[in-house]
């Protein structure tokens, strides 16, 4: 149903309230990952389930929560998306172990699976002036990026003065405001089609899709073994017989000719490529911060405010700077300045000096505010109007896919990177390290959180060279993820500059 001028922007409101939640959620987390660590006992790899299972369940669900959105209605789906999310997250805050706490991000997945791409595909029923509908993106990314600049304050702040508990136990007021704004303000939608769901095919992408990621995540540590061959197989298998399905079936999840449209596929690898890059790096800097540097957590988190300011300041630009240089030089040039960022990061090191990590990250959040905007309006043009789930669901998919994969590639090149960095440290270090008793030496060949906590037990002069030891190695794993990282976004660039749209046009209904 039409909506008035005045009245669709309390809309857009609402939604981006919704969608602010989610991503204050995640960045809350990433400042708190030092002291879940050693709060819960966790490896590495278990921490990196903590971020992944929300991800990954996220990704999963995507498909098959933006089809039932489309067929019942996408403001239900908003809304039974905040209960379940604000519901999870509660549970969430009494974990006492690494497993409890993965099942409830899990859950946490399911629901924001409902919430994101809802918001995205009212606000394509709600702004049809095509000019309108992507400055009103342009505002839902901004505040994206206003949360993810204040996330990791409230979590630095909660973690440093209250408990890490807390962090999940702000959320649950927040969905219950959202759930009475959206029952006031948002209109309901549906495609009048009411087309038929596609289990199957949800099934297939979910399972293929967690296997993908489980083998990314495993095979640094496990090497090959029957969990990661395993895996493998099983994430070949099913997406495999995925987009098999998608072929035949009348009424497919996912239409396997959208990716005969350029602009979609392009747009697809843009986001996925945006996003993971920048959770990604956030899953690691924060430990950076806080474990070389020696930051607390809240300083850690006002740390990454040039990021998240970045972020808000160029996705409100966005829209203005498409206008006038086009839409695909502004991809471009977004994605360029990423690049930038991340090569800028890679010389780090343990006593570098703020604005470098500032400006890196600056630029990082410049380059994701120029390309979202843009990336986003490309897929949601690229389908019809009234299948504006699926379009938004393909959206939020890909970039919670890429954020996943980011996490776990590049913890994992991080994690082999301080391994193999760790070993060159101690044998350079020598007799320096001598009297440092074998089960700290030990602790900090683990990982670098492990052998602080272990470090901590010793006087402070005494444990110098191990720490320090553990810092450079650190920051070789470091250098290694964020270099490898700008390489596959300069890659994504050039791709964009040979394939994105100069202008984006809506398909025909």
Not at 50 to 62: I, K, R, W
Not at 495 to 504: D, G, I, K
Request: charged share 15%.
């Amino acid at each position: 149903m039409p909506v008035r001028r005045v009245h669709r922007w309390w809309v857009l409101v609402v939604l981006s309230g919704a969608l602010a939640i989610i991503a204050l959620d995640n960045t809350v987390l990433n400042v708190a990952l030092p002291t879940l660590q050693e709060d819960l006992g966790a490896t590495t790899s278990q921490l990196q389930w903590v971020v992944d299972a929300y991800s990954v369940l996220f990704a999963g669900t995507l498909l098959l929560a933006g089809s039932l959105g489309d067929r019942f209605g996408r403001r239900r789906a908003l809304v039974i998306g905040l209960a379940v999310f604000g519901s999870a997250s509660f549970a969430a805050g009494f974990a006492t172990d690494a497993l409890t706490l993965t099942a409830f991000r899990a859950l946490m997945g399911i629901g924001g699976a409902f919430i994101m791409p809802s918001t995205l595909s009212i606000l394509a029923q709600v702004f049809t002036e095509p000019r309108e509908r992507v400055q009103a993106i342009g505002i839902w990314s901004a505040v994206a990026g206003a949360a993810v600049g204040v996330g990791p304050i409230i979590g630095g702040l909660l973690v440093e003065y209250v408990s890490w508990h807390a962090i999940f136990w702000i959320n649950p007021p927040l969905c219950a405001l959202g759930i009475v704004a959206a029952l006031a303000i948002v209109p309901e939608s549906r495609d009048p089609s009411r087309p038929k769901l596609d289990p199957v095919g949800a099934l297939l992408s979910a399972v293929g899709l967690i296997a993908l990621v489980v083998t990314v995540i495993e095979l640094p540590d496990s090497g090959i073994e029957a969990l990661t061959v395993t895996s493998a197989v099983a994430a070949v298998v099913f997406l495999g017989a995925f987009v098999w399905w998608e072929r035949r079936v009348e009424r497919p999840l996912l239409p396997m000719s959208l990716f005969r449209e350029r602009p979609f596929t392009i747009s697809i690898v843009c986001v996925a490529l945006v996003y993971g890059a920048l959770i990604g790096v956030m899953f690691f800097l924060p430990q950076f911060l806080q474990l070389v540097q020696g930051r607390t957590p809240l300083e850690s988190g006002v740390a990454m405010l040039p990021g998240a300011a970045g972020l808000l300041v160029a996705s409100l630009l966005s829209p203005a700077v498409a206008a006038r240089i086009g839409a695909r030089w502004t991809v471009v040039l977004g994605l360029a300045l990423v690049t930038t960022g991340m090569a800028a990061a890679a010389f780090l090191t343990r006593d570098s000096a703020y604005p470098l990590v500032g400006a890196s990250l600056g630029l990082m959040g410049l380059g994701l505010g120029l390309v979202l905007p843009q990336a986003t309006n490309g897929i949601l043009a690229s389908v019809p109007r009234e299948r504006s789930g699926l379009g938004s669901a393909v959206n939020d998919g890909m970039s919670e896919l890429g954020g996943s994969l980011g996490v776990a590639i590049l913890g994992s090149l991080l994690a082999l990177g301080y391994r193999n960095g760790i070993e060159e440290q101690v044998t350079a270090a020598g007799d320096a390290i001598a009297t440092i008793p074998p089960d700290v030496v030990d602790a900090v060949r683990e990982s670098l959180a492990a052998g602080v906590l272990a470090v901590g037990r010793l006087p402070y002069d005494e444990a110098g060279p191990i720490r320090e030891a553990a810092g450079g190695a650190f920051v070789s794993g470091m250098t290694t993820a964020l270099l490898v990282a700008a390489a596959i976004v300069a890659v994504g660039t050039v791709l964009a500059w040979r394939m994105f749209p100069s202008r984006v046009e809506q398909v025909p209904e």
